[in-house]
């Protein structure tokens, strides 16, 4: 609740302190220190202390899954801000509104991973990507900024509809005329029709939001035109925000009759694996390769709703944490580049040891090379789907799709190390030793949590 | 009346709204076809609220509300969209003067 309420409340701080900051730098610093507020009263709450104690009628529901995955996204928001809060400041001149906006977002992204009523699904959901359409819109004068922007709005608003309907469907057909989804278990008989047809409706549209395969073709333009700062934030903290209500809608509500709509989800997620590697491995732009990884990421997250059982909620957590912060890492570094293709990157490893080395890093986590905590978050991932017992051949196939994937991220890597900088390039970037410092942080994160999944994993038992 | 009329009538409207906006190539329209599909929601639920008030009520009589409040938040939501929507396509006529989607294929490579 606490991380709900402060967000909300600092959102609208920063909001007016854009009247009273003066200089453009500051916005960062009361940003920062807002986060450091909300993370520890999330932390707090946590572990038992409520600051907050307010009586939602059971459409909210505060459990460690959700509050565990809070303390996850506000800490990578956290690490986003460290990294990137030179460059928020440079994509235009509304600089706290930036930031205001993005606290909107981690409000949403609070409730959608604590939700307990379709109502609060659909708020959440909404609160988490109206913000995200001005977001990506953020750099006015650019055309491919607007147009993202546009082709966002539209998209989300029409899954918006969709995931409506459904919702309104669920209602029709559940006996007791409740939005509440821990009282939608409707055992194993066959469905009825209302039913049947809001989960389907449902399906479709968290794939929207969560760019799973049928559904994905607005990510890469979208990725690829907002301002690269903003990419980073969309494609990693809120994606997995998507992921963790898509599991908790389906776990608490149709979790028994899984059988009755795996095979949507078995297709959905071969779908979204094959497509996302295949697809990415033709890139020349690492911006774009970035969105395709995401999409052939989100697959990989989809196995935690073919499996749905306590290794894949472990795993999920995982998953977002190793994701996020690898993804964040590499985006920190794209957008210092001058030259967002792969041949930009020709010689990095001479001339900034440091980043090409955290970099590689970052890749090697996203790639799934033990000892970094991709792997293990893979490894949770297969071992989830091993433990459903259905359909084998999905979890080779996303072995396969795995080593699909090391193609296109070690081309970057090759590019970094063998390859001599080419002519009239040039990485002349600003490089401050403290993000250096930050990088070699979050690549230390990484690399502790491949050695010891545990320090993530063992909290949602506490 | 039975509760499969009002059915056919909002899925009837929802399904008008989706071809529209997959068809249409004014922003404008397909955003105006987009609310048409939040209000045949609307309708629905309104509906739905009426068809469980005979068969709940008696039970538990504030769960069958349930739904006429959800339409409220569903309103509050479509307004907040609007506000920004419009913006955007504002923001883009200013930038193009179109606001023909058919425009929106620069990052198509």
Redesign the interface.
Known sequence: MSAIILSAVWGVIMMFGGVFFKKASVPKYWAIAGLIIILTANILEFTGVKIFDIYSENMLRFDNFGLHFNTVALFCTLIYFLLNGRDIEKVGNHVSEYFALIFFVLCGVAISSSFNSLLMLFLGIEIMSIPLYILTGSDKLNLKSNEASLKYFLMGAFSTGIMLMGIAFLYGGNALGSFNIDMMQLGQGALPDMIAVGIVLLVVAMSFKVSAAPFHFWTPDVYDGAPTVFTSFMATIVKVAGFIAFIRLFQSSFGTMQSQWQTLIVIITAATLLIGNLTAVFQQSVKRMLAYSSIAQAGFMLLALFALNDTAKEGLILYSVAYSLASIGLFAILVRMNDYTIEGFNGLGKTHPVLAFTATIFLLSLTGIPLTAGFNAKFYMLLAALQNGHQFWLVILAVICAAISAYYYFKVIQAMYFKEPSEGASHQMDVPPPFKWLLIFTAAIILLLGVMPGLVVDWLYY | ME?KWY?FL?AAL?CI??IG?LTRRN?II??MC?EL??N??NL??VA??K??MS??AAK?PA??T??Q??VF??MV?AA??VS??L???V??YR??HSVD?N??N???N
């Open positions: 509760i059915i909002s929802f709204g989706i906006a922003a397909v955003f987009i599909m939040l045949s929601v629905l639920l739905f609220s068809m469980h068969g709940i538990a769960l069958a349930d739904a409040l959800f938040f569903i939501v907040a969209e920004v929507g913006a955007i396509i923001m883009m930038n193009t989607i425009f929106l620069r990052l198509k």
